[in-house]
C-alpha cells in the first residue's frame, strides 16, 4: 500500500471555520506529490496534520498504514523530516544546528549536508560572528538562509518521508533557485509531500493536487493541469 494516506480528512483550528473538508490522497513510495493552491487554502495546515502537530477532526491519515494517531511522537519524528515554512534556529553553532536529528554525525558529514544545502560558507565564518546567539544576534541569518539550515539538517538526517512546505515567495530569484535544487536533491528518492506556490516549481511532481478552500478542486501532473487550462 501506499506510504502516505490522506482518507477524507476533515479539520478546523476552530470548531465554527472548517479549514480541510474531506480531503484524500495518496503517496506511494518513493514518490513526490504536490500541494498548491491560493493562500489560506490549507496547504500547510496538511503538512502540519502529517507532522502531527494537530490531530485531524474526522477522516484519517495513515503512515505505512498505521494511523497517525496510533504512531509514537519518535517513531514519527525519525520516520519524517520536515522543513517548515518558518525555521526556528536552536541558539548555538549552525553546525549544531544541522547535527540536530543525528547527534552522531561526524564533522565531514555534516560539511557535506552544508554544502549540499549551499550553507557551507556560514560553517566555515561561525567563530567570528559566534556568540552563542546564532540566528538572533550572530550571524543575523536572512530567512533563505535559515531554510538551508533546515534543508541540511534533513539531508544528513535523511529520514525516508518528507515535507517540505516551499517559503520562496519572499527571496530573490537567484536564492530561490538554490533552494530549489537543494529541494529536489533532498526529496529524490524520497515520499514526499511538497506544499508549493508555483505550479513551475513541481513540475517533476508524480501527482499535484490543487486544493481550494480546503477541498481538492483538481489533480494530475504538471502536464495535465497545463492542458486543462
Ligand atoms: P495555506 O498554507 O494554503 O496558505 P494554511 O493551511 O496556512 O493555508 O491556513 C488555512 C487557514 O487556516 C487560513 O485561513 C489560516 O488563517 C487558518 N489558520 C492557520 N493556522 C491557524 C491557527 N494556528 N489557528 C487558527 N487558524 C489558523
Ligand atoms: P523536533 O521534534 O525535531 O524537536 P519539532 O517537531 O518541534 O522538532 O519542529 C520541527 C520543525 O517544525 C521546527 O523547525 C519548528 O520550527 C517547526 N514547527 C514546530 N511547531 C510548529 C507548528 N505548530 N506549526 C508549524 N511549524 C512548527
Known amino acids: 500500500g501506499p506510504v502516505i ?3 477524507d480528512v476533515h479539520f478546523a483550528y476552530d470548531a465554527e471555520r472548517p479549514i480541510l473538508k474531506g480531503v484524500s490522497f ?3 513510495a518513493g514518490h ?3 500541494v498548491v493552491g491560493p493562500s489560506g487554502a490549507g496547504k500547510s495546515t496538511l503538512s502540519r496534520l502529517l507532522y502531527r502537530f494537530y490531530d485531524v477532526g474526522s477522516g484519517a491519515i495513515t ?3 498505521q494511523d497517525l494517531r496510533d504512531v509514537t511522537q519518535e517513531s514519527l519524528r525519525a520516520r519524517i523530516g520536515m522543513v517548515p515554512q518558518d525555521t526556528v534556529l536552536f541558539n548555538d553553532s549552525i553546525a549544531y544546528n544541522i547535527r540536530y536529528g543525528r547527534p552522531d554525525a561526524n564533522d565531514e ?3 557535506r549536508a552544508a554544502d549540499m544545502a549551499q550553507i557551507g560558507p556560514f560553517i566555515a565564518t561561525l567563530p567570528k560572528g559566534y556568540d552563542s546567539q546564532v540566528g538572533e544576534r550572530g550571524l543575523k541569518l536572512s530567512g533563505g538562509e535559515k531554510q538551508r539550515v533546515a534543508i541540511a539538517r534533513t539531508i544528513l538526517k535523511a529520514p525516508p518521508i518528507l515535507i517540505l512546505d516551499e517559503a520562496t515567495s519572499a527571496l530573490d530569484t537567484k536564492t530561490e533557485q538554490d533552494i530549489q ?3 529536489d536533491v533532498v526529496s529524490a528518492n524520497r515520499t514526499t509531500l511538497v506544499i508549493a506556490h508555483r505550479l513551475s516549481t513541481v513540475v517533476n511532481a ?3 493536487i490543487v486544493l481550494k478552500d480546503g477541498q481538492i478542486a483538481e489533480r494530475g501532473t504538471h502536464f495535465d493541469l ?3 487550462q
Open 181 to 183: 535544487s537543494a529541494l
Open 63 to 65: 503512515i505505512d498504514g
Open 109 to 111: 558529514e555534516v560539511r
Open 26 to 28: 495518496e503517496i506511494p
Open 5 to 7: 494516506r490522506f482518507n
Open 206 to 208: 508524480n501527482e499535484i
Open 32 to 34: 513526490t506529490v504536490a
Open 226 to 228: 497545463l492542458g486543462r
